[in-house]
Every structure is written in structure tokens, then in C-alpha cells.
């Protein structure tokens, strides 16, 4: 089975803090960038701040 692998970009990056800071879900989050829940998760595990990572 083929998965289709979506990168997470810069703007994407900057969609979820601004989602985030403005009270959207995980869930919610995740379905506007049509990812993964558990693709999300990671990704904000990584610490980014809106303009760099930590």
C-alpha cells in the first residue's frame, strides 16, 4: 500500500503555532494541514516557537 508522505513545511509550522496560540485542537490542527494526529504531536514535541526550534 502506497501512503502518501506529507512533509511538514516552514508555513506549516507557522499554521499550527498560530493555530495552537489561538486555542484550536491537536485534532483540529492536524485535519486543516491534512496530517496525522500523530505526525502533529511529533512535530510540536520539537519545540517550535514560532521562529526557531529550542
Known amino acids: 500500500?502506497?501512503?502518501?508522505?506529507n512533509k511538514i513545511t516552514d508555513e506549516d509550522r507557522r499554521i499550527i503555532y498560530e493555530m495552537w496560540t489561538n486555542g484550536y485542537t491537536q485534532v483540529e490542527i492536524a485535519e486543516a494541514l491534512?496530517?496525522?494526529v500523530g505526525s502533529l504531536r511529533n512535530e510540536m514535541?520539537?519545540?517550535f516557537n514560532g521562529e526557531f526550534y529550542v
Open 1 to 5: 500500500m502506497n501512503a502518501k508522505i
Open 34 to 36: 491534512h496530517i496525522s
Open 45 to 47: 514535541l520539537k519545540g
